[in-house]
T-cell receptor
Framework: GENVEQHPSTLSVQEGDSAVIKCTYSDSASNYFPWYKQELGKRPQLIIDIRSNVGEKKDQRIAVTLNKTAKHFSLHITETQPEDSAVYFCAADTNAGKSTFGDGTTLTVKP | GAVVSQHPSWVICKSGTSVKIECRSLDFQATTMFWYRQFPKQSLMLMATSNEGSKATYEQGVEKDKFLINHASLTLSTLTVTSAHPEDSSFYIC?????????????FGDGTRLSIL
C-alpha cells in the first residue's frame, strides 16, 4: 500500500518568515495530493491540493510543488502569520479516493 | 457547498455501552465515506471505507465486529462502537466524497470525541 512520510514533525518560524513542509510517497499510482490544516479538536481543512498532471500550484501565500519522478511534494507558506499556527497534514490519494496521510507537522509562528 | 455533518460531537459513556456516530452529507450524494480515528498529537488513521449499499472495507487491524459501519443511503453512514471500553476513547472523524462526480477531495465532518469511563 501507499506510504507517506512527512518532515519535519515540528517547525517554528518567526512571523513573516517562510515555512516549508515536505512529503514523500511510495505508490506511483497516487494522483492527487491534498494538504490539510487542523486546529486542535477540529476537522482537517483542505488548504490546497495538486493533481499529478501539474507541477506547481499557488493560492495567495500558499503554494504546493510536486515532483512525480522523485515522488515528493512540498507545501510552502510565505509571510507566515500567527494564525497559520496549526498541524498540517499532507496526503496522497489514488483514484479510489482513499487517502494516506503523513504524520503531520506542528507549525508554530512566533509573533 | 460540500458540507458534512457529524453527530454527536462529544460522547461520554460507561464501559460496555455501545455508541453510534452519524455522518451525513448535507448537500451532495456521498458514494463513499471514510472513517478515521485520531489519537492526540497523531495523524488520522483510516479505519474503514464505506460504500453506499455495500459492506464496508476495513483496514488491517480494525475489528469489524467492534466497529460496525452502515452506509444505507447516499447521505448517511453510521459507525457503531460496540461494547466500548476505555481504550476505544479517541477522536473519530468521518469524511465523504462522490467518486462518480469527482473522486477528490474528501469533505470532513467535525469529528466526535468519545470518552469511555
Amino acid at each position: 500500500g501507499e506510504n507517506v512520510e512527512q518532515h519535519p514533525s515540528t517547525l517554528s518560524v518567526q512571523e513573516g518568515d517562510s515555512a516549508v513542509i515536505k512529503c514523500t510517497y511510495s505508490d506511483s499510482a497516487s494522483n492527487y495530493f491534498p494538504w490539510y490544516k487542523q486546529e486542535l479538536g477540529k476537522r482537517p481543512q483542505l488548504i490546497i491540493d495538486i493533481r499529478s498532471n501539474v507541477g506547481e500550484k499557488k493560492d495567495q501565500r500558499i503554494a504546493v510543488t510536486l515532483n512525480k519522478t522523485a515522488k515528493h511534494f512540498s507545501l510552502h507558506i510565505t509571510e507566515t502569520q500567527p494564525e497559520d499556527s496549526a498541524v498540517y497534514f499532507c496526503a496522497a490519494d489514488t483514484n479510489a479516493g482513499k487517502s494516506t496521510f503523513g504524520d503531520g507537522t506542528t507549525l508554530t509562528v512566533k509573533p | 457547498g460540500a458540507v458534512v455533518s457529524q453527530h454527536p460531537s462529544w460522547v461520554i459513556c460507561k464501559s460496555g455501552t455501545s455508541v453510534k456516530i452519524e455522518c451525513r452529507s448535507l448537500d451532495f450524494q456521498a458514494t463513499t465515506m471514510f472513517w478515521y480515528r485520531q489519537f492526540p498529537k497523531q495523524s488520522l488513521m483510516l479505519m474503514a471505507t464505506s460504500n453506499e449499499g455495500s459492506k464496508a472495507t476495513y483496514e488491517q487491524g480494525v475489528e469489524k465486529d467492534k466497529f460496525l459501519i452502515n452506509h444505507a443511503s447516499l447521505t448517511l453512514s453510521t459507525l457503531t462502537v460496540t461494547s466500548a471500553h476505555p481504550e476505544d476513547s479517541s477522536f473519530y472523524i468521518c469524511s465523504a466524497t462522490n467518486l462518480q462526480t469527482s473522486n477528490q477531495p474528501q469533505h470532513f465532518g467535525d469529528g466526535t470525541r468519545l470518552s469511555i469511563l
